[in-house]
């Protein structure tokens, strides 16, 4: 049963329940070629009044133009499936999928869209893409020594958002094998090195004790206030992280509590002294929150100028999540210590105890 909702229907959308759940349907009339008054009416493709207003405007103007149902939807149907990757990707995929993703992810995907997915997939229409092609991408990226997991899965979350839209009927197989991932996590800095880079000045300093001392993200770093720190507690509460320049929930999801080691304390309660509850606790020069593409500038300035290996700041988080495998702490204590949301992630460093036993026992012939 169909129950109308709202005012009178004037822009060939309207919201129906069905089943107790509501839905956006499309409904119109339209003259035929006849001069005969006739109405249309459907489910919309996509479950969104942007994307069923888009769509009635469109079945109208169609209608209005052919005079028939059965022509306006042939003609929509011709449009769907003509359609090409990039079409899609300009259109809808930008405007109703995109908002949905952090704003580092948008950026990154825009990126690999410019680097060489849109090169390769552009022009194909959206239907005709198959595992054929996903074959012949991955053989190009491996050609480069390309990872394939980050633009694979890119075109995969494009042709699901397409798939949902009613573009493709299906949604194609991607062959087994082809998204490489590297298991091998980022040699993380020793003891000495991380002795080294605590010296940094200023704020750089504070914000390596952060990541090196309590696993914290580049954009967890950015993002810490001073109200996040218990000193009473002994413990950082953290709460939100930078994406681009937006404050959000921590990429897992959920906030986290770090009890505050020792060193990291002292450098904390300098750091935050004199400041408001709301101030962020890295700030730069300016009094500004320093950029994620500064921070990585000004940490590997610092690690040239220390003569230490050039590393990435997230060998900082690396550097702690071992220090506690090493320390004997268990795989589900690191876990949430890290923030990470599925054990497996942090059982990958696992390896990193059992390189010490290998290399313990390597030492009794010597």
Not at 79 to 92: I, K, N, P, Q
Not at 330 to 357: F, I
Request: charged share 30%; aromatic share 6%; net charge positive.
């Amino acid at each position: 049963m169909e129950i109308a909702m709202g005012t009178k229907n004037v822009s060939g959308v309207r919201r129906v329940v069905r089943g107790g759940k509501p839905r956006w349907f499309i409904d119109f009339r339209f003259t035929d070629k006849e001069g005969v008054r006739r109405r249309f009416r459907r489910d919309a493709s996509v479950q969104n009044y942007s994307a069923a207003l888009a769509e009635a405007v469109r079945l109208m103007k169609l209608a209005a133009a052919v005079g028939t149902v059965e022509q306006a939807e042939m003609a929509a149907s011709d449009d769907r499936t003509s359609m090409t990757y990039a079409d899609f990707v300009a259109g809808s995929f930008e405007r109703l999928y995109m908002p949905k993703f952090r704003p580092a992810t948008a950026r990154r995907y825009r990126e690999l869209h410019r680097q060489r997915v849109l090169a390769f997939f552009g022009s194909k229409r959206l239907g005709d893409i198959g595992p054929k092609d996903f074959r012949a991408f991955a053989a190009l990226l491996h050609e480069d020594r390309v990872q394939t997991k980050g633009p694979i899965t890119l075109v995969r979350t494009v042709l699901r958002a397409a798939h949902e839209s009613g573009c493709i009927d299906e949604m194609p197989a991607v062959p087994s094998g082809l998204i490489s991932v590297s298991r091998k996590l980022p040699s993380a800095p020793s003891s000495e090195d991380v002795e080294a880079m605590l010296g940094a000045p200023s704020w750089l300093g504070v914000a390596i004790a952060l990541a090196s001392l309590a696993g914290m993200r580049m954009g967890e770093v950015r993002a810490l206030e001073v109200r996040d720190i218990e000193f009473d507690q002994r413990h950082i509460v953290i709460r939100r992280a930078m994406s681009e320049n937006q404050s959000l929930t921590p990429k897992s999801g959920a906030e986290r509590e770090v009890p505050l080691a020792t060193e990291l304390e002292q450098r904390l309660r300098d750091a935050v002294k004199d400041k408001l509850p709301r101030a962020r606790v890295v700030l730069d020069a300016k009094g500004q929150t320093p950029s994620r593409q500064t921070v990585l500038r000004v940490f590997k300035l610092y690690l040239r100028s220390a003569g230490l290996k050039e590393r990435s700041f997230h060998a900082l988080r690396h550097y702690f999540i071992s220090e506690l495998m090493r320390g004997g702490a268990s795989a589900e204590a690191v876990r949430v210590l890290a923030g990470h949301s599925t054990l497996e992630m942090t059982q990958r460093y696992a390896h990193v105890v059992t390189a010490d036993l290998r290399a313990a026992i390597d030492r009794l012939g010597k």
